[in-house]
């Protein structure tokens, strides 16, 4: 097994279990020892996982943890890739009419797809907050980019303040394509910064149908701020079903679960 592959399993382990331990990962992919402190090494560098004594937690079990854009962009790229393309055919028909891109590593994977199925002759009107996704789009022959002001927050390149609220909460988007830190039957959907979440409330409240964009480490974190319930989200896009509390949270709220 590569050790990229290691990294994703392992990954995967922190996720459902909230911690794992060196001994316990040597043995299941039959490796030494220290091979496991380097991949947890590489995993605590890259925002993933927090090194402890004998192993590693979980980042989203504390409530403010937040790795930057440039940290989860190298994390799980081939799920965020699958939802990026399952995300797309969820666009308005035709490519027309009017989205709303949030900031994030998923929505931005979404734009670099929608830059490239983009056709001049049935114009999309993209908003979007994210300074990532703007430089993605700007230019693109068939689209239609606004870019929301305001404090850019160098953790996610995404606008934030009472102003960027303001100007959300002024939208009425046919679609809204949301990031989350968090997925969880009892939170809703959750991030650890109350400025994030405050234009992510304002996204979902705004748009017409909102598709959350979420690979399965999501499922049952819960961060510092929730900004929506999940009664008022219409579509989850990820790399895995759900499964427990939260399969049945999301079906009991209505919720379509699309599996990339």
């Known amino acids: 097994m590569y050790a990229t592959e290691r990294h994703e399993h392992i990954a995967q382990l922190i996720a459902a279990e909230g911690r794992v331990s060196v ?30 004594h004998g192993g590693a937690v979980s980042r989203t079990r504390v409530s403010t943890a937040e790795s930057s ?87 996610t390149a995404a606008a934030v303040g009472a102003g960027a609220v303001a100007a ?3 939208l009425r988007p046919d679609v809204a394509f949301v990031g989350t830190n968090g997925l969880s039957a009892s939170l809703g959907l959750s991030t650890p910064d109350p400025d ?11 748009a017409r149908r909102v598709v959350v964009l979420a690979d399965s480490e999501k499922f049952e974190a819960e961060l510092l701020v929730s900004f929506a319930p999940l009664d008022e989200i219409d579509v989850v896009v990820t790399d895995a079903a759900p499964t427990g509390p939260l399969a049945e949270a999301l079906a009991a709220a209505g919720v379509e679960v699309v599996v990339a």
């Open 196 to 206: 994030e979440a405050a234009v992510k409330e304002a996204i979902v409240r705004g």
């Open 69 to 155: 854009f440039a940290e989860r962009a190298l994390v799980r790229g081939e799920a965020k890739e699958a939802i990026a393309r399952a995300a797309l055919a969820l666009m308005p028909d035709d490519l027309g009419g009017s989205v709303y891109l949030d900031a994030g590593t998923t929505t931005a994977a979404l734009a670099a797809h929608l830059a490239a199925a983009a056709q001049a002759a049935a114009p999309l009107e993209v908003v979007t907050h994210s300074m990532t996704v703007a430089h993605l789009l700007a230019g693109v022959a068939g689209l239609q980019v606004t870019a929301v002001g305001g404090r850019v927050r160098g953790l």
């Open 168 to 170: 959300v909460s002024r």
């Open 23 to 52: 001994v316990d990962l040597a043995r299941r992919f039959d490796v030494t020892t220290e091979t496991v402190r380097r991949d947890l090494d590489q995993l605590g560098r890259t925002g993933v996982v927090r090194r402890v």
